[in-house]
């Protein structure tokens, strides 16, 4: 059963930074694609991120590029989502996902079917 757990948010002064972690169990994590997905109070969920099975393909949602870096360490499991230059308009709950089927390596914003349960991420001074 494919598990995912997300870490490393918190409380952050605009401008700061954060380090998201999504830790994965239960499947082989070099045959997923992976997104961040964040839903702030009120808000839809929006597509941050995603990175691609073996890394070599991302994308990024509009308002996070050039801020935003996703990356990860298959041999850990592991898919991180560096945040830099944090604004108050990045206040959500962020959640990172994979999803099945024969197209599961690909990097895409939506149809994920796996999911965290979240970690909380305020932007506040």
């Known amino acids: 059963q494919l598990q995912l757990v997300e870490s490393g948010g918190g409380l952050v002064q605009p401008g700061g930074s954060l380090r998201l972690s999504c830790t994965t169990s239960?499947?082989?994590?070099?045959?997923?694609?992976i997104g961040w997905f964040r839903q702030a109070p009120g808000k839809e969920r929006e597509g941050v991120s995603c990175?691609?099975?073996?890394?070599?393909?991302?994308k990024y949602a509009d308002s996070v590029k050039g801020r935003f870096t996703i990356s990860r360490d298959n041999a850990k499991n592991t898919v991180y989502l560096q945040m830099n230059s944090l604004t108050p308009e990045d206040t959500a709950d962020y959640y990172c996902?994979?999803?099945?089927?024969?197209?599961?390596?690909?990097?895409?914003?939506?149809?994920?079917?796996?999911w965290g349960q979240g970690t909380q991420v305020t932007v506040s001074s």
């Open positions: 996902a994979a999803y099945s089927g024969l197209l599961s390596a690909l990097c895409r914003l939506s149809g994920y079917d796996h």
């Open positions: 239960g499947f082989t994590l070099d045959d997923y694609a």
């Open positions: 990175v691609s099975s073996r890394g070599g393909r991302t």
